[in-house]
């Protein structure tokens, strides 16, 4: 199928385009027997470039209006599929809370690789420190102060990204106005942007080897849980959402790059 496509989309293009502007091709055929003398090149390099411009115009174009199609068919399956996630999940915490007020946001941390860092960490022969940055995911959560937050995993862990990370185990903090300040090695940029939060939860991703390739998190800024009086329902609950995410949409838990 790969063949197919890339005729369609290179070969063809590019071959009437050159046949419509170059005749040396004609002219070697005509003077070797190939092609008969008394046939017009000229009109047959217009048939050539009438033909790039019909491909190039509308089959390309067709191709392209697909293809935007179904993306957009795509994220529209990706949103439908997120919202009953979240559906689940809030009906779900609203069991295990008794509370029809509650709410929550879910993100997800991934491996941030920056290049120049990397470079650097070469060049010295030292060993690259570890960060996994946040993605905020609509209708999870909105990209608020949290945006571009980041945690360092290896070496010296930060938050319970880290201790996740770390552990390879789900873990929580249900007092974290009491707590994050003082017990997580927090930069004052990563607590000015985490100080509203009242409890999170750290679900570890992991890939077929076992290795921790994300971080999804759950918390909340508004509504209290009680995650040790219900630690069992609430860690089978978080640890199902990120199977089911992980297996659904694995491009989430991609890492990401960027140059500084």
Known sequence: MWIINYILNIVIPAVSAYLASDDTLFIWLTNNGFWPSNINIDFVQRLFLILNIIFTTFVLNLKLFYLLHRQEQNRKEVSGLFNMIKQFAQSSFIS??????FSFDLRIFVPEISVCRWIKAFLTRKQPEKVFVIKNIEPFAKKDITEHLRFRVEPNKQGLVGEAYETGAIVYDDKLSLTNS???ALAQSQLSRTSNLRWSICVPICNNNNEVIAVMAFDSDSSDLNIGGNKNEIKSLTN??????????????????RLM
């Open 96 to 101: 295990i809370t008794d509370n029809k007020n």
């Open 182 to 184: 003082t017990d997580y």
């Open 240 to 257: 199902t959402l990120a199977i089911m995410m992980r297996d659904s949409v694995p491009d989430l838990f991609k890492l990401k790059w």
